[in-house]
């Protein structure tokens, strides 16, 4: 399943799941399609292990949450954000660690104040490992943090943007 990339979304220095500078993070990039739906693509490390060889669930969590979370910037604007409401995550299939992996997040359900959204983490082989639905509320950045983030911490990066991402 091939997905056409319209843009980039900004990451951040220390998140977890994007941030650059974290050295346990993620390091997600996010892309968005022409259909609505965001791709995150990361690759866990050995530091997010559970199992032997298998990312822990909160890590499959974490990036569920924020690749829906995020969704909501492609139809507002790149300083709204998904303040989860509600998780409901099933997982079923383990997450391999050391290999690039993809989700997609796309909004279900908007409204002036919420919005509710689905996503799959998908395994290299184009296996759903684990599927996600939740409930956010709106929150514009200047709602969550101060200025000083948005100014030294919230940027795109210099990187190529791909013309497809191939799920």
């Not at 994007?18 to 490390?45: H, M, Q, S």
């Not at 924020?66 to 709204?80: F, L, Y």
């Amino acid at each position: 399943m091939s997905h056409r990339i319209t843009g980039t979304q900004h990451i951040s220095k220390n998140c977890l799941v994007c941030g650059v500078d974290n050295d346990y993070g993620l390091k997600t990039r996010f892309y968005e399609t022409e259909d609505n739906e965001l791709i995150a693509v990361f690759k866990p490390l050995s530091e997010h292990q559970s199992y032997p060889n298998v990312a822990h669930g909160g890590i499959s969590a974490a990036i569920l949450d924020e690749v829906i979370g995020r969704a909501i910037m492609m139809t507002n604007d790149s300083n709204t954000f998904g303040v989860t409401v509600e998780l409901k995550v099933r997982y079923k299939k383990p997450v391999p660690l050391g290999v690039e992996l993809k989700a997609i997040g796309r909004i279900t359900d908007e409204r002036s104040r919420t919005f509710a959204g689905t996503g799959e983490l998908y395994l290299p082989n184009g296996e759903v490992a684990v599927e996600a639905e939740g409930k956010y509320m709106k929150r514009r950045l200047d709602q969550i943090t101060d200025s000083d983030f948005s100014d030294s911490e919230w940027f795109l990066m210099d990187d190529e943007l791909p013309e497809q991402i191939s799920i």
